[in-house]
């Protein structure tokens, strides 16, 4: 089969296509033939190998594939690695038969980045009804749908940050009401601004460094920032105690694999709700492109520059 395979960690020069021996499920498991796959940033760590999981090489990336079974299903799934390949090996029980209604591209951007903007709203910041909220990143993958599931769950204010006039315009299309340059320098005093002078209440953050440093500073008392990824590649300063309980604020960190280590089936639930929000036109997946299997390391590039939004997906047909 063909696929993308990695035999040294670096940046996306890495990504080198290869045919490989086709893969074989063993028990407890799904050989699927994948129509998409899906592009996460953590991918861009993966093969660098700066992810919070180390991988083993030689590797073939990508965490998340649809497509159809030997049997028929037709279903999204959580692969591991993999993904980047014409057929993949998925775990059974993380395999989820995608309803008619949902299109291969919805599909995916609902699985990783779906399932983290719920997570994150509903379980890391517990939003309450009319809460304000910062979403930074607002037109990538998790910050178009955490933009519009907090306005679902009934966030009284949603502020939005992203890097240029158009992203920030596609985050006020999905219902963000108002939109900061993530490049302001004192954006602390944007988001207060754009809060109408108040600080906030919640702010879901991806970037790092300074961004998380300024979006601490903008909470009000009992306010909440999940974490939950550092695009910048640059660490935060140091929080000390002291300086929550100055505003009795809370920073939660957010990765969706220990979603499997909670009681019940959280993430059935999750994809419960977002297939039917999306399936009733309450949810859109932004679709940010498609590439070709070969093309894997301009996506990566694409991703990395900041050039994208939405969801990207690799065609492993082409």
Not at 64 to 85: C, Q
Request: charged content about 20%; aromatic content about 4%; hydrophobic content about 45%.
């Amino acid at each position: 089969m063909r696929a993308i395979q990695i035999t040294e960690f670096g940046g996306p020069e890495v990504l080198v296509p290869a045919e490989l021996p086709d893969p074989v499920a063993g028990p407890g498991h799904l050989l699927v033939e994948v129509s998409r796959a899906g592009v996460n940033y953590a991918d861009t760590h993966q093969a660098e190998n700066s992810y919070l999981r180390e991988p083993e090489l030689p590797l073939v990336p990508g965490g998340e594939v649809v497509g159809t079974t030997g049997a028929g299903r037709r279903v999204v799934a959580l692969v591991g690695t993999g993904g980047y390949a014409e057929r993949a090996v998925a775990p059974a029980p993380l395999a989820w038969d995608v309803p008619e209604a949902i299109d291969d591209v919805t599909a995916l951007g609902l699985l990783v980045q779906g399932a983290s903007a719920w997570l994150l709203l509903r379980r890391s910041v517990h939003l309450a009804p009319g809460e304000s909220v910062v979403v930074h990143a607002a037109a990538g993958g998790v910050g178009t749908l955490a933009v519009q599931l907090a306005r679902a769950f009934g966030a009284g204010r949603i502020i939005a940050t992203a890097s240029s006039a158009e992203k920030r315009a596609l985050a006020l299309e999905l219902g963000a009401d108002a939109a900061v340059d993530a490049a302001e320098p004192a954006l602390r005093d944007a988001l207060v601004e754009a809060n109408g002078g108040r600080r906030v209440d919640v702010v879901l953050e991806m970037t790092g460094g300074d961004v998380t440093d300024q979006s601490l500073r903008a909470l009000a008392p009992f306010g909440r920032l999940a974490f939950y990824g550092m695009a910048s590649r640059r660490e935060p300063a140091p929080v000390p105690p002291a300086a929550l309980l100055a505003h009795s604020a809370t920073i939660a960190g957010m990765w969706l694999p220990h979603v499997f280590q909670l009681p019940g089936d959280v993430m059935r639930t999750a994809l419960d709700e977002l297939f039917g929000l999306a399936s009733t036109g309450r949810l859109r997946v932004v679709a940010g492109g498609e590439y070709g299997l070969t093309e894997a390391r301009r996506a990566h590039e694409d991703l990395r520059a900041r050039r994208t939004t939405g969801k990207l997906v690799l065609d492993p047909s082409r």
